[in-house]
T-cell receptor, first 109, second 115 residues
Framework: KNEVEQSPQNLTAQEGEFITINCSYS?????LHWLQQHPGGGIVSLFM???GKKKHGRLIATINIQEKHSSLHITASHPRDSAVYIC???????????FGEGTQLTVNP | NAGVMQNPRHLVRRRGQEARLRCSPM?????VYWYRQLPEEGLKFMVY????????ESGMPKERFSAEFPKEGPSILRIQQVVRGDSAAYFC?????????????FGAGSRLTVL
């Protein structure tokens, strides 16, 4: 079993819909990261959080440390949000990130 | 204020050749990480370096792969005698501090194709 599990693997939405991507982890962490990867492109860090909730524009990330679960929400989704969204954790021991397999999001106009 | 610079962006090698991938971290960052993304797979940690030191290389294949981050110049990931299975995107990331609770800045990646 992977230490970081994401769901769903693939998600198709219509423009304007509210989107939720989930991430569960099974190890002790110092922080959880949400990343965005566009096709053929690089990786952008969206959020890093260790408790509570963060918001940036139409993106919201939440984390529940007790339940070892995080969600990434996108409000009023747009086709330009189409990308792979990756959850990654920094473990309490060590400095590297452990990644989920990613969620491929497609937003249709 | 350039971000993390990786080059080359695309590299084609024949089996048995050597591949050298370079990464210049963000200005002021002394912690560098290399990650590999095989086709249709997720990102996997390879190695973590600070200037002149390898801190964690537990994700590096035991043979043919090496990494360095010299006092001057970029970090280099070197793959000797490449095989088709080495075809992947190699991402470099840097951070100001070396813990998992620091924001990483990623490069655009180097895409290696082995013929």
């Amino acid at each position: 079993k992977n230490e970081v599990e994401q769901s769903p693997q693939n998600l198709t939405a219509q423009e304007g819909e509210f989107i939720t991507i989930n991430c569960s982890y099974s190890v002790g962490i110092s922080a959880l990261h949400w990343l965005q990867q566009h096709p053929g492109g690089g990786i952008v860090s969206l959020f890093m959080l260790s408790s509570g909730k963060k918001k940036h524009g139409r993106l919201i990330a939440t984390i529940n440390i007790q339940e070892k679960h995080s969600s990434l929400h996108i409000t009023a989704s747009h086709p330009r949000d189409s990308a792979v969204y990756i959850c990654a954790v920094g473990k309490t021991s060590g400095s590297r990130l452990t990644f989920g397999e990613g969620t491929q999001l497609t937003v249709n106009p | 204020n350039a971000g993390v610079m990786q080059n080359p962006r695309h590299l084609v090698r024949r089996r048995g050749q050597e591949a050298r991938l370079r990464c210049s971290p963000m200005k002021g960052h002394s912690h560098v990480y290399w990650y590999r993304q095989l086709p249709e797979e997720g990102l996997k940690f390879m190695v973590y370096l600070q200037k002149e030191n390898i801190i964690d290389e537990s994700g590096m294949p035991k043979e043919r792969f090496s990494a360095e981050f010299p006092k001057e110049g970029p970090s280099i990931l070197r793959i000797q005698q490449v095989v088709r299975g080495d075809s992947a995107a190699y991402f470099c990331a840097s951070s100001l501090y070396g813990t998992g609770a620091n924001v990483l800045t990623f490069g655009a990646g180097s895409r290696l194709t082995v013929l």
